[in-house]
């Protein structure tokens, strides 16, 4: 009796499982341009306004497929959008000029655009041809527009006045002090190879030294006439200064391989 209260557990669990997969609801109400058959110009937007019903707090993507293949395009990021009912903005846009469409799938979760499940598919013929004139967007694309701005806005706002968790201290002081750590080595090893080296040997170590001296000069020089023009400067200096290590770590193996031959 045990194994057979377990079982029938089992399949209320999957049963509640599916229920709560099926809790998103997504409809396309308009697009534009209208009609079942579209041409558009390469990287012009094609827009459809969705109308969702939920229970749960979602996400909601529109993405382009040709023949059951993902097509190559750009489609829209999504914010969270509160649980219940209400309008939606999906977009994307075509890369290529002759590419086709002739589907769209409508997927929605907590999770991201490709992992979450596809919950409705809109069915077109769309194609982008060069020759195509760019069509303005109606008002309701406008007014979608203007409330996603809103709400972005607004989680910004959010984001920048929520104090940080002493967690998150940690986190960001160990990752400045990292990129400290990789730029001081960046430099470090090519001056030590042309301090320790004689010959062609230093130009292998001054050319690492090269590239670190020019991007830093390059960050202070494009950020002194656009302070936002490198907003990911660490990633960058964590980048190159990995690449600079590689190389010296590299170019002593291959000094030391060369002394041992002559010896």
């Not at 057979?4 to 399949?11: G, N």
């Not at 991201?112 to 060069?130: E, F, I, K």
């Amino acid at each position: 009796m045990r194994w057979i209260a377990m079982t029938i557990a089992a399949v209320f669990a999957l049963l509640a499982l599916g229920v709560a997969h099926a809790t998103t609801q997504v409809t396309v109400t308009a697009t534009a341009p209208a009609g079942a058959v579209v041409k558009l110009a390469p990287n012009e937007n094609f827009y459809l306004r969705l109308h969702y019903r939920s229970d749960v707090p979602t996400y909601l993507w529109a993405r382009p497929y040709f023949h059951g293949a993902a097509v190559k395009a750009g489609s829209n990021p999504s914010r969270l959008y509160p649980a219940g009912e209400g309008d939606a903005l999906g977009w994307f846009f075509v890369y290529d000029a002759g590419a086709g469409v002739d589907e769209v799938r409508l997927s929605g979760g907590r999770g991201t655009a490709g992992g979450s499940p596809v919950l409705a598919s809109y069915r077109l013929d769309l194609s982008a041809d060069a020759a195509a004139a760019k069509q303005p967007a109606p008002e309701w694309v406008q007014q979608l527009l203007a409330q996603d701005e809103v709400v972005n806005r607004a989680d910004r706002e959010k984001a920048l006045n929520t104090p940080a968790t002493p967690g998150e201290y940690a986190w960001m002081n160990a990752f400045m002090f990292s990129m400290l750590a990789f730029a001081v080595l960046g430099f470090a090893g090519p001056a030590w190879g042309l301090w320790r080296w004689r010959g062609y040997w230093r130009l292998v170590a001054a050319i690492p030294g090269a590239w670190m001296a020019f991007v830093v000069a390059r960050l202070f020089i494009d950020t002194a006439r656009d302070p936002t023009s490198h907003n990911l400067w660490p990633f960058e200096i964590v980048i190159w200064a990995g690449l600079s290590c590689g190389w010296m770590i590299l170019a002593v193996l291959a000094h030391a391989l060369t002394k041992i031959r002559k010896a």
